[in-house]
């Protein structure tokens, strides 16, 4: 398609007319290509100079110099183009064991079997809801929610994302107290819109967008002992908290894990102070810990909880938070005052019901402790041999973080392994941490895999004393 620059002066009714039917061939070509099932090779080489001119041209140059660990070991130009299980496969059809999981969406694997079904004959149904008639969808995976929540966490509200989870539980955890403070720890990652990103506990996500909500007070994430510092302070000088938020084991910070008297003293204590207590499960949950929700594993009930990522079972977008009856009578009275378009639409509920049967059929919280108990010994093992630039594995079931040094050497460790086909990630908070979230099936043979390939890594970049993979 010609590239129309947006030009200074407004475009003339020619230009405007042509530009439409240029968008009309473009997308006509982009159709004829999503119907073909094999490319050949001209349509692949052209798949990647469009893709990388179009992220350039229209999205965001930066994301192209961003992946630095992919550009850095000269695979800028891998475009994504299928998928199954714990493998990504680019157009060129070079395959990598997916340890990135697309951020810890993918705990059924990419393109699950199950999923795939359930979402297709739902297409060929209804793809989207009346808005006015009842979806038994919704009601189908709200039931199945309630019944595999902790505690009496029964009623819910669908969304698309981990943040508008966020989002809805801080208005819900408002609404109910009647207050507008919220403790939250540092490092803590939470989403980006104005109410999640209040949350965030890194100065470099929040400070171009201050000022965000005044009244939220961090803490370091395992200290109970400082929330309820905070919450003295704050009965003190008359300030209102309605809620402590914490993700059960810290995602985005590098998979940290808190001591385990944590959680439970948060519960005691949000209980004695009689404010909320919020668990962000939007990466922990369903299964990726080792324990089908992360609080699972210290017997905690939080008061709201938020889900995500492994919710659409990697096939749609679908988020939810959920409640106890009692909380949630705030939003019976008037159920527009939090709604949503697209929020628990019938293609994203038929993939939540689906994702659900699969983590409970196949066990995916077991499965997930196992080769996490598995592959966590071997990398504290091998980090001892590498001692030098490998600080720390840790991490609780699949959420698995590797702190090395610094982040130019954890990038030379990603761009690495890229290199040898494994895909990894840093974590966005703590970029010298390499984070390992892949498929909770991963097997014995995959993870054995990733040792091997991570070790001849490390075994070049230490050898040579320099940073190219
Ligand atoms: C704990 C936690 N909360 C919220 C979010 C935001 O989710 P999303 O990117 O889907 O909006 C994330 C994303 O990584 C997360 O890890």
């Not at 994504?80 to 990504?88: L, M």
């Not at 050497?409 to 703590?430: C, D, E, H, P």
Request: proline share 4%; glycine share 8%; hydrophobic share 40%.
């Amino acid at each position: 398609m010609a590239t129309y620059r947006r030009q200074k002066h407004a475009p003339s009714a020619d230009e405007v007319r042509q530009r439409r039917a240029d968008a009309l061939v473009e997308s006509q070509r982009w159709l004829d290509l999503l119907a073909t099932p094999q490319l050949n090779e001209y349509q692949k080489r052209r798949l990647i100079q469009d893709t990388i001119d179009n992220f350039d041209d229209y999205f965001n140059r930066g994301y192209i110099d961003y992946r630095k660990s992919v550009t850095e070991s000269e695979g800028f130009a891998s475009i994504e183009w299928t998928g199954t299980g714990c493998y990504v496969e680019d157009v060129q059809g070079k395959r990598y064991l997916d340890c990135l999981g697309g951020f810890g969406i993918y705990s059924c694997g990419i393109r699950h079997p199950k999923v795939i079904s359930a979402v297709k004959a739902q297409l060929d149904r209804m793809p989207m809801s009346s808005q006015e008639l009842l979806d038994p969808l919704r009601g189908a995976l709200a039931h199945l929610l309630g019944e595999i929540m902790p505690g009496d966490l029964q009623k819910c509200f669908f969304i698309n994302n981990g943040t508008d989870a966020v989002e809805g539980a801080m208005k819900l955890a408002r609404l109910h107290t009647g207050r507008s403070g919220f403790i939250s720890c540092l490092d803590g990652f939470h989403g980006k819109s104005y109410g999640s990103l209040s949350l965030m506990g890194k100065a470099e996500y929040r400070v171009p967008f201050e000022p965000l909500l005044q009244d939220v007070y961090f803490v370091p994430f395992g200290d109970a002992e400082a929330v309820e510092d905070e919450l003295k302070k704050a009965q003190q000088v008359g300030f209102d908290v309605a809620a402590v938020v914490a993700e059960p084991v810290q995602g985005e910070a590098g998979a940290v894990v808190p001591p385990d008297d944590y959680w439970p003293r948060l519960r005691e204590i949000c209980s004695r102070y009689e404010v909320l207590l919020i668990a962000d499960e939007v990466q922990t949950g369903l299964g990726r810990t080792g324990a089908l929700w992360a609080v699972d594993h210290w017997d905690v009930a939080p008061d709201i909880m938020c889900v995500a990522k492994a919710m659409g079972g990697g096939v749609m977008s679908l988020s939810a938070f959920v409640s106890t009856p009692e909380i949630w009578k705030v939003l019976e009275k008037n159920p527009a005052i939090h709604s949503t378009t697209f929020g628990g639409n019938p293609l994203a509920c038929a993939a939540g019901i689906a994702a659900i049967n699969v983590v409970l059929e196949e066990d995916l919280p077991a499965k997930a402790a196992k080769s996490g108990a598995y592959l966590l010994g071997e990398l504290q093992k091998m980090r001892e041999r590498y001692a030098d630039v490998w600080v720390e594995a840790r991490g609780k079931g699949l959420l698995i973080g590797m702190e090395f040094v610094d982040s130019e050497f954890g990038y030379a460790v990603a761009a690495g392994l890229f290199k040898r086909g494994v895909l990894v990630s840093g974590t966005l908070i703590n970029a010298k941490t390499l984070r390992i979230e892949p498929a909770l099936d991963i097997s014995r043979e995959q993870c054995d895999e990733i040792l091997e390939k991570l070790e001849d890594t490390l075994r070049s970049l230490t050898a040579y004393c320099k940073l190219t993979p």
